[in-house]
């Protein structure tokens, strides 16, 4: 199989490389360059936000392109004019963002979904306007046949927005560490690994259309996942749990500051109990918690320093002072 990521050298875009390589696929990946590519991939460089940006990409066949892109919409318009006649089949990594928000608990792929332009410049639209942007640019571009893979929470090794790396390192530090409550709340994530497996086996089929890509919901609860990464780490941390009522008095922003924490109500339930029953009948397989959790603290031992944060999001957590004043109001 000859695979061309477009990325790979990120989170996702890594996972589905090491997925292809371990598959014995041929890959080649089209970056800027920035960062070491693996030896035994092609790397092609370019940056598709200039104007003969993917001069690199003009010639060559692939059977399946996997596109990690989250910038302009316009960009993936463009890619698929530059690929038209010669591939197998496209797949693009999107968001469940797309739907209407708060999305409906339960919501399938058919639920209603943002407006978005494939024309975008991605300038003053908000991320759900860009991604569904850049789902209709592949819909357009390959006549209906892209594979759009709607991705929700994603975790595991390489992580680069930084949200159970957080958990980790602070858990891994010891002491009272204020959890989020309550600690049976549902959790509804997908491993990078387990999201490039999907793509690569539904490509290879050539499905096409939305899917909703993350675990079953009740797949693992807040309190599995922060009790083991207690375990992992073999910290003597004590998990203080906040209710929900005490975090919000406090001025403490879910999600972000909490990282892959919302407050039951409706926007969790949208974010944690959608239904991915497509998906897991397409040969969706999402691993358990502990894996996840354990090889994303082995790969944070690799380190020399901190993990790389991505410089378009904002860094993820409690300060210091915050967790104190909110374990003080609990």
């Not at 109990?273 to 497509?278: A, E, L």
């Not at 320093?305 to 957590?317: A, E, L, N, T, V």
């Amino acid at each position: 199989m000859k695979l061309l990521v477009l990325g790979g050298s990120g989170f996702v875009g890594r996972a589905i490389v090491d997925e292809a390589r371990a598959r014995r696929d041929h890959v080649t990946v089209f970056n800027r360059g920035r960062r070491r590519t693996p030896d035994g991939i092609t790397a092609l460089i370019g940056d598709r936000t200039t104007p003969d940006g993917l001069a690199a990409l003009r010639t060559g066949t692939w059977d399946l392109v996997v596109d990690t892109w989250s910038g302009a919409p316009a960009a993936v318009r463009d890619v698929g004019t530059v690929l038209a006649g010669r591939i197998g089949h496209y797949t693009y990594i999107s968001s469940r963002s797309v739907y209407t928000y708060p999305p409906a608990a339960h919501l399938a792929e058919d639920g209603p979904v943002v407006a978005g332009s494939p024309d975008s410049d991605g300038v003053d639209v908000d991320y759900a306007a860009i991604k569904r942007g850049a789902e209709i640019a592949a819909e357009q571009a390959f006549d209906g046949e892209a594979l759009l893979a709607r991705a929700g929470l994603i975790l595991g090794p390489y992580e680069d927005i930084g949200r159970l790396p957080y958990w980790l390192l602070r858990i891994a530090r010891g002491g009272t560490v204020a959890a989020p409550g309550p600690r049976d709340l549902d959790l509804q994530y997908v491993d990078a690994r387990d999201l490039a497996a999907f793509v690569l086996d539904a490509g290879a089929a050539g499905l096409a259309g939305p899917y909703n890509v993350v675990s079953p919901p009740g797949h693992t609860t807040t309190g599995d996942l922060l009790d083991t990464c207690v375990w992992a780490t073999g910290s003597d941390a004590n998990l203080r749990w906040v209710d929900p009522a005490t975090i919000a008095a406090a001025g403490v922003a879910p999600w972000t500051q909490l990282p892959c924490w919302l407050p039951p109500g409706p926007e969790h339930a949208g974010m944690h109990r959608g239904d991915v029953s497509k998906a897991l009948a397409a040969g969706l397989r999402c691993r358990p918690v502990r894996d996840t959790v354990i090889d994303t603290w082995a790969w944070l031992q690799t380190l020399d320093g901190p993990p790389y944060q991505r410089p378009d999001r904002p860094q993820p957590g409690l300060s210091a002072e915050a967790e104190a004043a909110l374990l003080a109001a609990a």
